[in-house]
């Protein structure tokens, strides 16, 4: 695995600045090539305890000298951030965590041109995450070898061409992980229901999706081949997928997505560059 060169900012030092903060650290660089910048102080204690980064609570000299930095706050705020923060980056490489915000705007905001957008997701906090990648033409090859080294650790990655397609990548993995944990509770009621007790729903609810979720990986077959070998017709998933299918869960599930995907894109709109 590539180490990032030279010095990393962080703006946010929230969940997700944490979790690329933590591996990056577990990576073996060392804290004193980390800057970060977050107005909370419980957040600052946290990274310290944790790491042993030293955040700052606004932008400053502490920043100078970063070959890229990770812009993890929420979308409302990014405009305000990146006014205090630009005098002090010059010439890094700018890797934006930020829901929605187009990278037309963080160009307007920073200056720059040379920005990637990233949509990771939770599971990042544990290694396991799956991010989207958009890059503006100004990034380079480098460039990019760099933000993959600084996003190595959180998990798998995935670069999409045109930069409309991250709306798509927030609505199936930005977002996806509360659609699995909202299947996972339905699960664990049901077994609840049938007379096991909550623990033993969970265990058994949370080891299938990891283990179909593993198989999934590892055959290159069709996930609706993979259904069919588990449904034998009378069986009992045959009448559990019967049943779903006769409430019109799929196709709800699918508009829910596009729904997804339509917030996106109206953050975007909401908060970016007028």
Known sequence: MTSPTGRIAFIGGGNMASAIIGGLVRQGLTPDR???????????????????????????????????VVWAVKPQTFREAAA????????????SVAAGIRSDSIAAWTGSERIVRAMPNTPALVGRGMTGL?????????????????????????WVGEERHLD???????????????????????????GLSAEQARTLAVGTFDGASALAA??????ATLRERVTSKGGTTYAALTSLEAAGVKAS???????????????????GAS
């Open 134 to 158: 958009y890059a503006r033409e100004a990034v380079s090859a480098a460039d990019r070898a760099q933000v993959e080294s600084v996003l190595a650790t959180t998990g798998q990655l995935l």
């Open 84 to 95: 205090q923060a630009r005098p002090h980056l010059p010439g890094a490489i700018h890797l």
């Open 218 to 223: 590892a055959s290159p077959d069709p996930l």
């Open 168 to 194: 798509a990548v927030t609505a199936l993995s930005g977002s996806g992980p509360a659609y699995v944990f909202y299947f996972l509770e339905a699960m664990q009621q049901a077994g609840v229901e049938m």
């Open 34 to 68: 980390i800057a970060v910048v977050e107005p909370f102080e419980e957040a600052r204690q946290r990274l310290a305890q944790a790491y042993g980064v030293t955040a700052e609570p606004a932008a400053g000299p502490a920043l100078q000298g970063a070959g890229v």
């Open 253 to 271: 599930f699918v508009t829910a997505l596009h729904a997804a995907c339509r917030r996106a894109d109206e953050l975007g709109n909401e908060f």
